[in-house]
Every structure is written in structure tokens, then in C-alpha cells.
């Protein structure tokens, strides 16, 4: 398990600890309209620690948010000291627009920053974020525990990463990335994606509905579990398999994975799984 997988399943455990103890709840929820200072190219980056996102897009300019804050403290005080220290951040720079639930946990790609241990054990915050977007916005989204990631009714290319929880993609298109570790990972294409895409999880199952005129080249990997699709798909030919020396010779293994075109072939789909089977289906 890489490094940063194994700390943030730490993070994750100390957390539903504390959570479960924390014998005071203070509860409190924001409604906030951004608007973009450019009108090309817009995108959107939801970051959380505790809780659940969900994005619809809608016809519509701007975004509508809704973000449901629960504080679990062990006395009063600690809530005061939870709503000073954290809470909702909201920035905008020209077509990107940010959104935060915590300045420790800010923006998908810098890691969780350092702080004084003082929120895992005397306070927990939970955020619960409900977006309406444009539809053709570009969707970054993620957090570490406790909620589903889940994007409905956008084509802008997405980037879903979630850690204990699942990650849902109905009736969108684009291209893009969508991951987890600790839950099951779905999906339903309105338009087939033009550019590399790449479906993973490691405790769960991988269903991604696709349109019945798909060109594409798809990479079906699983550990424990099956590989399935409905597809008409013809074979590719398989990587070589890996090499590795021991005991003064040579041992050969290969991933279970396969290779192979539906229709014309194009850009590669990849369908990773450890714990569960992976499914690539006609969307009905």
C-alpha cells in the first residue's frame, strides 16, 4: 500500500473513533450563489475531509451551494474552538472556483496540511455539500471519510478521489479520472469520453454503463473478482508478463487483466478492481 493510502486510512480510523465519543453536537447550514468572472473553460474543486459530496448540473450560469456542518465536540468550548479554526472556504479566480470545508484539507492535489492533533481529539467536523452546477463546468471532487462522491447530468470532464466511500457518475460525459479505496464505484455515460479515462477501486466493485456506438480500447483488471462485458469487443494483444528474479532464476507473473477494441478502437478505458468484480455494460 503506497505511503499516502496508509495515512489517510489512519486519519480515517482516528477519526470514527472519536466521532463515536464526542458527546456534543452543534449543527448549522450555509446557502451561498458563486459566479464566475470568466465564462469559458469553468471549473469547479470541492474538497472535504468528513462527509458527502453531490453535484447536479442544471441549466444554469452560476452555482448554487448548500453545505450541511455537523460539529461533534467533547464540551462547548471545543465547538467554539472547532467554528474559529475551521470552516467553509469559497474562492474564486477567474474560471476556477474553490470550495473548501476545512483550511486543513484544502484543495484535492495538497494533501492534508499540518495542524496541533487538537481536531481528532477534542472535535470532529462533518460537511455535507449539495451543488448545482452549469452543466459543461469541468468537476474536481474529493474527501477522505464517511459519504459518497456523486456527480449527475454534467458533460465537462471530471476528477472524483474518495477514500472510505463510494463514487457515483450518472448520465454524464466528459472525460476524466474516478477512484476510491473503501467502496464501490459506478457509472452511467450519457456520451461515450473522448480522451483516457481511468475507473479504480480496491474494496468494492467497478459498473460502468457506456453508450451501445462506444469506440474505444478497453483495460479490464481485477484480483478477486470477475471481469464482464456486454460489449461485442475483439482481443488486444496482452502485455508482457513481468519478470522478476529469485533464488537465482527467473519467476513470471501476470496481473489479471485483459485487453480489447470495441467498434473502431480509441482512447484507452481503464476498469481497475482488487476486492470485486469489474463490469463494462451497455447503458439501456
Excluded at 8 to 36: K, N
Excluded at 177 to 197: H, I, Y
Excluded at 231 to 249: K, M, Q, T, V, Y
Amino acid at each position: 500500500m503506497k505511503l499516502v493510502q496508509a495515512r489517510l486510512l489512519i486519519i480515517a480510523a482516528l477519526a470514527a473513533g472519536a466521532w463515536s465519543t464526542l458527546p456534543i453536537e452543534d449543527r448549522q447550514t450555509a446557502h451561498q450563489t458563486v459566479r464566475w468572472a470568466e465564462p469559458e473553460n469553468r471549473s469547479i474543486e470541492i474538497s472535504d475531509v468528513n462527509g458527502s459530496i453531490r453535484v447536479v448540473g442544471e441549466d444554469r450560469q452560476d452555482v448554487q451551494m448548500t453545505a450541511d456542518t455537523i460539529i461533534r465536540a467533547a464540551t462547548v468550548e471545543d465547538v467554539s474552538r472547532a467554528k474559529q479554526l475551521e470552516g467553509l472556504t469559497v474562492t474564486q479566480s477567474g474560471a476556477a472556483i474553490r470550495v473548501c470545508a476545512t483550511p486543513q484539507y484544502c484543495g484535492c492535489d495538497n494533501g492534508r496540511q499540518r495542524h496541533d492533533g487538537t481536531r481528532e481529539e477534542r472535535y470532529q467536523v462533518r460537511v455535507d455539500f449539495d451543488l448545482r452546477v452549469p452543466k459543461h463546468v469541468i468537476v474536481k471532487a474529493c474527501s477522505v471519510n464517511g459519504g459518497t462522491l456523486s456527480v449527475n447530468n454534467t458533460d465537462g470532464d471530471f476528477d472524483m478521489r474518495n477514500v472510505n466511500g463510494g463514487v457515483e457518475l450518472m448520465n454524464v460525459g466528459g472525460s476524466g479520472r474516478a477512484e476510491t479505496v473503501n467502496g464501490s464505484l459506478s457509472a452511467s455515460f450519457a456520451a461515450s469520453p473522448q480522451k483516457p479515462s481511468a475507473f479504480k477501486t480496491v474494496n468494492g466493485s467497478v459498473s460502468v454503463a457506456l453508450p451501445s456506438d462506444l469506440n474505444a480500447d478497453l483495460k479490464l483488471k481485477t484480483v478477486n473478482g470477475g471481469l464482464y462485458t456486454d460489449f461485442d469487443a475483439a482481443p488486444l494483444p496482452s502485455a508482457a508478463p513481468i519478470r522478476e528474479r529469485r533464488n537465482g532464476g527467473y519467476v513470471y507473473r501476470r496481473n489479471r487483466s485483459v485487453s480489447v477494441r470495441v467498434g473502431r478502437g480509441g482512447p484507452e478505458l481503464t476498469f481497475d478492481g482488487v476486492n470485486g468484480d469489474v463490469r463494462v455494460l451497455r447503458r439501456k
